[in-house]
């Protein structure tokens, strides 16, 4: 069973930045995707990034283009979500996912699990 280690989130005034990181483990070289997906107050849940196991490959979702940058630590099975340029909208709980399919696949569908979460506030 796949489990995550989520940390980096909390409060950030508009305009700023944030790094979360998620540690994975049970994790099997037969999952191809990992990646991040949030979820607003009363909002459905929104896949933002994912990131290709094998060549590195990213696919983000429009909101988060050219603000959000994912990345991976194989050695230390860890995602990381660098986040800058924050807005209000951002606001959400985050969490780290994972598919055994490819990106494209859990992007458009949904991630096979995911973690707890970590909360992300942007306020002045």
């Known amino acids: 069973q796949v489990q995550f280690v989520e940390s980096g989130g909390g409060l950030v005034q508009p305009g700023g930045s944030l790094t979360l990181s998620c540690e994975v483990s049970g994790f099997t070289a037969d999952y191809l995707a990992l990646g991040w997906v949030r979820q607003a107050p009363g909002k459905e849940r929104e896949r933002i990034s994912c990131?290709?196991?094998?060549?590195?490959?990213?696919i983000y979702a429009d909101s988060v283009k050219g603000r959000f940058t994912i990345s991976r630590d194989n050695a230390k099975n860890t995602v990381y979500l660098q986040m800058n340029s924050l807005k209000p909208e951002d606001t959400a709980v985050y969490y780290c996912?994972?598919?055994?399919?490819?990106?494209?696949?859990?992007?458009?569908?949904?991630?096979?699990?995911w973690g707890q979460g970590t909360q992300v506030t942007v306020s002045s």
């Open positions: 990131i290709s196991t094998r060549d590195g490959g990213t």
């Open positions: 996912a994972t598919d055994p399919g490819y990106c494209i696949t859990a992007m458009l569908t949904d991630f096979d699990s």
